[in-house]
C-alpha cells in the first residue's frame, strides 16, 4: 500500500519568504502527485499537480518532482498570509481507484 | 465550479444512536468518497463508490455503511455512533482516474 509522508509537520515563516515543503512517497509506480490547500473550516482543493519528473510552475508555485528518489517538493515564492493553511500531497497510483494522502503541513505565514 | 454540499455541517449524537451525513454533488462524477480527517493521521478513505448502487470499503470502514441510491447522492450511515467517531467527515467527488477530488466543507459530528 502507498505510503505517503510530508515534511516538516508545521511551519512558521514571515511575509514575503520563500516557502520550502516536502513529501516522500512509496511506490515508484505513482501516476501522479497533487497538492491540496486547506483552510480552517474548509475542505481541501486541488493547488497543483505533477506527472513527468523535472519541475512545473503556475504563478507562484512550483513544484519539483524526482521519481528516482520518490520524492515532491511545492514551493511558493513570496509568501502572504492567505496562504496560510494545511497543506497535503496526495499520490495517485497506477491502476488504484482512490488517492492516498500524507498528514499534511501547517503553514503559518506571519505578517 | 465543481459543486459538492454535505450537510448537517454540524452533528451532536448520542452513543448508540443513528447518524446519517448526506453528501450531494452536481459534478455528474461517477466516483465519490468519504473521509474522516483527525489531528495526528490526517484524511484516511471510509467507503468510496464507482457510481449508483456502488459502495467499496476503504481502509477504515468498521463501524460504517455507504449508500449511492443516485449518480448525485452519497451517504455515510453510523448505525451505532461511538465516541471514537467523533470527527469531522469529508465527501469528494472524483472523474474517472484523475487526481483531483472535489471535496466538501465537511461535517463536524460529535458523539457523546
Known amino acids: 500500500q502507498e505510503k505517503v509522508q510530508q515534511s516538516p509537520e508545521s511551519l512558521i515563516v514571515p511575509e514575503g519568504a520563500m516557502v520550502s515543503l516536502n513529501c516522500s512517497f512509496s511506490?515508484?509506480?505513482?501516476?501522479s502527485i497533487w497538492w491540496y490547500q486547506q483552510h480552517p473550516g474548509k475542505g481541501p482543493k486541488a493547488l497543483i499537480?505533477?506527472?513527468?519528473?523535472g519541475n512545473k510552475k503556475e504563478g507562484r508555485l512550483t513544484v519539483y518532482l524526482n521519481r528516482a528518489s520518490l520524492h515532491v517538493s511545492l514551493h511558493i515564492k513570496d509568501s502572504q498570509p492567505s496562504d496560510s493553511a494545511v497543506y497535503l500531497c496526495?499520490?495517485?497510483?497506477?491502476?488504484?481507484?482512490?488517492?492516498?494522502f500524507g498528514k499534511g503541513t501547517q503553514l503559518i505565514i506571519q505578517p | 465550479e465543481a459543486a459538492v454540499t454535505q450537510s448537517p455541517r454540524n452533528k451532536v449524537a448520542v452513543t448508540g444512536g443513528k447518524v446519517t451525513l448526506s453528501c450531494n454533488q452536481t459534478n455528474n462524477h461517477n466516483n465519490m468518497y468519504w473521509y474522516r480527517q483527525d489531528t495526528g493521521h490526517g484524511l484516511r478513505l471510509i467507503h468510496y463508490s464507482y457510481g449508483a448502487g456502488s459502495t467499496e470499503k476503504g481502509d477504515i470502514p468498521d463501524g460504517y455503511k455507504a449508500s449511492r441510491p443516485s449518480q448525485e447522492n452519497f451517504s455515510l450511515i453510523l448505525e451505532l455512533a461511538t465516541p471514537s467517531q467523533t470527527s469531522v467527515y469529508f465527501c469528494a467527488s472524483r472523474q474517472g482516474n484523475t487526481g483531483q477530488l472535489y471535496f466538501g466543507e465537511g461535517s463536524k459530528l460529535t458523539v457523546l
Open positions: 499537480s505533477i506527472f513527468s519528473n
Open positions: 496526495a499520490v495517485v497510483t497506477e491502476g488504484a481507484d482512490r488517492l492516498t
Open positions: 511506490d515508484s509506480a505513482s501516476q
